[in-house]
């Protein structure tokens, strides 16, 4: 085993673990095939990994591990907020979304963290491949987003519970990457009825492209545009739900699909606050999802932003993501 890559591989997971920790909710790992206990054992036995209970299931009892648990009834009993299943590859969306949804059954509070294995969170091939997400199939092509479970399903999940309250019929999803949160949305809502989705990465706007061409839309509209913030959008274009998983730190981007994402003196979120105002309808408003880890942002931060920026909107609720390091912010318009 390369030994710069496990470090690699484990200290990813000890970051998320100790903000968690430090967050006051409880990560663990789950072992549920031969691969995943060698990784256990191996991270245990070189004390690597030290501060989370195992749940295993599907073979015996990993070796140098303290606290070990059951899987269902460890998930059924709440040990833990969040869940992590160390594999050295996965690229099987269908057995992914059903690890979900398992953990959903057994208790829904339970986040699913699977962006535990290096390769989760950008489609690295040339060959194109259909990945199957919340009941969709989205097409990933080189260099596009992989749709996540962490964060993102429980963004959505929130979102729909949204939507429903406030009928909203019309939504802008920016930042779209491969086009989840939109188009899940647009998929599991019957208030939805008009969908569109931007981002600046060419490679984004052909994956989602084809996804949404694959999609029975049943008299629904949805398209793809190429667009920094509102910068392309039609002059005419408001939106009673505008939703973001935009860039989360202030620093360059190396690469466009950088999946820790920069935003430079955070020219994106100024462009947004500056000219939400005029793409939301009377009563629409804006949730975005933010990365509250070290060094990243908050909620007061933005705040000073949006004044900065005009004070056309106003930033009126916070929520967290429990079990998480991203919470929501949510934002209207000031209408004179």
Known sequence: MDSTWFTHF?????????????????????????????????????????????????????????????????ISGGLAHSIITPRFKNKDSGDINKLYYRIKELNKDVIFYDQAW??????????PVK????????????NTVIPSHYANSQYIDMLLDIISER???KMLD?????????????????????????????HALSSVNETIASL??????????????????????KFDLITAN??????????????????PGWGFHRSLFAHLHERLTENGIAVIIENGGHHYSNAAMFEDMIRECGGRVELFKTQWI??????LIYLRAVRP
Request: hydrophobic share 35%.
């Open 10 to 74: 484990t200290t990813n997971i000890n970051y998320y673990a100790d903000f968690m920790i430090e967050l006051g909710y409880r990560p663990a790992l789950h072992v549920e095939s031969l691969e995943s206990k060698f990784i256990v054992e191996q991270a245990f036995k070189r004390d690597i990994i030290t501060r989370m209970p195992v749940f295993y299931e599907n073979v015996d009892r990993p070796a140098y591990v303290t606290e070990c648990e059951p899987f269902e009834s460890a």
């Open 118 to 127: 290096s390769d989760i969170s950008i489609w690295p091939e040339e060959t």
């Open 131 to 142: 990945y199957r997400y919340r009941g969709v199939t989205f097409h990933l092509n080189k």
């Open 167 to 169: 009928g909203s019929a």
């Open 174 to 202: 920016l930042c779209t990457g491969s086009g989840c949160i939109g188009v899940s949305c647009l998929n599991e809502s019957a208030n939805i009825r008009d969908l569109l989705v931007s981002d600046i990465s060419e």
């Open 216 to 237: 029975a839309l049943m008299g629904k509209t949805a398209r793809a545009i190429r667009s920094y913030a509102f910068d392309e959008m039609p002059s005419d274009a």
């Open 246 to 263: 935009p860039p989360h730190q202030n620093r360059v981007t190396p690469a466009i699909t950088d999946r820790a994402g920069g935003d």
């Open 322 to 327: 429990p079990g998480s390091e991203w919470y």
